[in-house]
C-alpha cells in the first residue's frame, strides 16, 4: 500500500504554543489529504479536509483558527495547532488520497500531543 | 440511525477459529467500502477495499459486500492473537471524498 508519514510522532509543549505538524505522502501525489483527531479509547474524529491549493474545509465545531492547515503541495500538509491548552492534548493523525476511482485513504503513523 | 453500524464487541475466538466481523450502513449509494485495522496506540492501517458485489480475498482475509442489503464482512481465516485489535468498518460517502467510520469491532484472539 501507499505510504504516508507524520512528523513529529511525539511533541510536549506548553500552554501558549503553537505546534506544527507534517504529513507527507512519499509514494504517490495526495490530492486530498485528512485531519483526524483520536481521544483515547473514542473514535477518530474528522477535522478538516484539504485539497492542494486550496483551503481547507472544517467539520463542524472544529476552530479553523485554532488549528490552521496548509496543503501546498500534493506530498505535503501541514496542521499547526496555535496557543495549545491541555484540553488539546490528542493523538493526531493525517490520511491521505491519491484520489483515482475508489479513493482509498491511507493514514499516517500519527502524532501524539502533550500539552502541558 | 447511525450512517455505518458496527458491534462493538469484544468478539473473541480462539487461535485458528474464523472470525466474522460485520458492518451495516444506511447510505444506498456508497461506492467505496474499507475494512482497516487499529491497534491500540497505533493509527488505522487499510487491509481491504472492496467496491463490487460478492467477495474478495486477500490472504487470510475476505471482504464481502452486498449492496441490496448494504451489508459489508470481513473474514478472517486461521485468526492468531497478533490479529487482536479494533476493526473500522469505512464506508465513502456521498461527498465521494470523506470516510465515515463505525465504531469499530475490538477483536480479541486467544492463544
Known amino acids: 500500500g501507499a505510504v504516508v508519514s507524520q512528523h513529529p510522532s511525539r511533541v510536549i509543549c506548553k500552554s501558549g504554543t503553537s505546534v506544527k505538524i507534517e504529513c507527507r505522502s512519499l509514494?504517490?501525489?495526495?490530492?486530498?489529504m485528512f485531519w483526524y483527531r483520536q481521544f483515547p479509547k473514542q473514535s477518530l474524529m474528522l477535522m478538516a479536509t484539504?485539497?492542494?491549493?486550496?483551503?481547507?474545509?472544517?467539520e463542524q465545531g472544529v476552530e479553523k483558527d485554532k488549528f490552521l492547515i496548509n496543503h501546498a503541495s500534493l506530498t505535503l500538509s501541514t496542521l499547526t495547532v496555535t496557543s495549545a491548552h491541555p484540553e488539546d492534548s490528542s493523538f493526531y493523525i493525517c490520511?491521505?488520497?491519491?484520489?483515482?476511482?475508489?479513493?482509498?485513504?491511507?493514514f499516517g503513523p500519527g502524532t501524539r500531543l502533550t500539552v502541558t | 440511525q447511525k450512517e455505518v453500524e458496527q458491534n462493538s464487541g469484544p468478539l473473541s475466538v480462539p487461535e485458528g477459529a474464523i472470525a466474522s466481523l460485520n458492518c451495516t450502513y444506511s447510505?444506498?449509494?456508497?461506492?467505496?467500502f474499507f475494512w482497516y485495522r487499529q491497534y491500540s496506540g497505533k493509527s488505522p492501517e487499510l487491509i481491504m477495499s472492496?467496491?463490487?458485489?460478492g467477495d474478495k480475498e486477500d490472504g487470510r482475509f475476505t471482504a464481502q459486500l452486498n449492496k441490496a442489503s448494504q451489508y459489508v464482512s470481513l473474514l478472517i481465516r486461521d485468526s492468531q492473537p497478533s490479529d487482536s485489535a479494533t476493526y473500522l468498518c469505512?464506508?465513502?460517502?456521498?461527498?465521494?471524498?470523506?470516510?465515515?467510520f463505525g465504531t469499530g469491532t475490538r477483536l480479541l484472539v486467544s492463544p
Open positions: 484539504s485539497n492542494e491549493g486550496s483551503k481547507a474545509t472544517y
Open positions: 469505512a464506508v465513502i460517502g456521498t461527498g465521494f471524498q470523506k470516510l465515515v
Open positions: 447510505d444506498r449509494v456508497s461506492q467505496s
Open positions: 509514494d504517490f501525489q495526495a490530492t486530498t
Open positions: 490520511s491521505a488520497t491519491g484520489g483515482g476511482l475508489f479513493y482509498e485513504q491511507y
Open positions: 472492496i467496491y463490487s458485489n
